[in-house]
């Protein structure tokens, strides 16, 4: 099966084959040495000298750590969100009382860096600004090196879901001034869901020591302290470590920078090849995601059939559109690890099904 979904991705077989691995005492000298590898690497992958916090969670659980250990009930954040993620931050911020002004783009647009200064004069009394990085649900970049520097220059703490970029495409943690970044497992690190991981800067733990939002198993100061004992605060996924263990080598192998091209590459050779059947991209081209198209259902086509004859009959798997773009749009992962020819196959498929005679849906 051609698995083209933005996560979880297809796992290299060391991976799977680490995972097989016996259990060993998560509170033992084996499990403190392989952690420590493991956060050496992910830092690495951050490219932070900062502190990472990994934990047994979804990337959901990552993004609510982020928040509920920086925040307090009642404090003003603004969110900028272009799509179904940007939003679930929002949501997770107001569960826990925050005062959030949400502000929008239409969907498959990024935040214009104007934009971004323009919230922020229009907004002062902001303590924090909510980000994603990649938008998986509509295939697309922000352009957050330069969102980045407006917030710094603002002095609002920024929080950014990087859950589908980071280990994919350049996210600099340091360089960029980010200060709380969250990614998850099953992402671009081409290993199982089940770790999310989350950096905080100096002035995350400034924001730390004020924050007073609920929270006991998301607790990233108790998770920082076990670390620092080779442990974690709770039974971790102790499997999933041994995946990453397996993965982080072949991702640094040959330096981030290849990873990025591979992406680079992977994403323009989709968007070139689903143009040339005549489709039309959802989203804005100068911020079109490198790791995952999004993709108009093509015209006189069904949505839900086509995407059902591609699995059954050709063997890929295509997304949906979420949200209010289910039906509308469908979604070609190509992050983590995949070759050139799992795209080209995929596109392939596509192409010979598009071109195939169906019955055409009535009207
Ligand atoms: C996948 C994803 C998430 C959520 O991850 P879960 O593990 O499903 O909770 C959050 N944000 C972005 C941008 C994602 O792509």
Redesign the pocket.
Known sequence: MNLRI??PTPCPPEVLEAMAGQMINHRGPEFASLQERVLAGVKQVFQTSGDVMILT???????EAALVNTLSPGEKVLSASIGA??D??ASIAEAYGAQVTRKTVEWGRAVEPEQMEAWLRQHPDVTAVLV??????TGVTNPLREIAQLVRRADKLLIV?????MSSIPCPVDEWGLDVV?S?S??GWMVP?GL?FVSMSERAWSANARARMPRFYLDLAKQKASQEKGQTAWTPAVSVYYGMDAALPLLLRNGLQSVFERHAAGGEHVRRRAKELGLELFADERYASNT?TAVKAPAGRELGPLLKTMRMERNVVFAGGQGKLSGQIFRIGHLGYFSQGDLEGAMDALRQELSAARAPVSA
């Open positions: 933005p996560g969670c979804a990337g959901t659980g990552g993004l993620f940007g679930r931050l994603t990085h990649n938008e998986t649900s879901d990087a859950v589908s970029s969250v998850g099953q992402k869901p999310s995952v």
